[in-house]
């Protein structure tokens, strides 16, 4: 996917740890795990907005866009 999701940086930058950001942002540890791990393939504009509220970031630095190799080609 060329989407990559960088929340593990900005967590380290706020020095929030898994368990501390899921309860701020009422989301399961499972699915901040999976989104903090680059695996989601979607996320709501909802859960986006609660987690730059309590990271005090932007959605541009926790989203990035990053052309893979087979796209490069074309």
């Given amino acids: 996917m060329a ?6 940086v900005e967590m380290a930058k706020q020095k929030k740890g898994l368990t501390e950001l899921a309860n701020e942002v009422d989301i399961t540890l499972a699915n901040l795990s999976i989104l903090k791990n680059n695996k989601a393939k979607a996320i709501r504009f ?29």
Wanted: with cysteine; glycine share 2%; hydrophobic share 30%.
């Fill in 46 to 74: 909802s859960t986006l907005d609660a987690i730059c509220k309590a990271l005090h970031c932007q959605p541009g630095d926790i989203l990035e866009y990053v052309e893979s190799p087979e796209e490069e080609e074309t």
């Fill in 3 to 8: 989407i990559r999701i960088n929340l593990d």
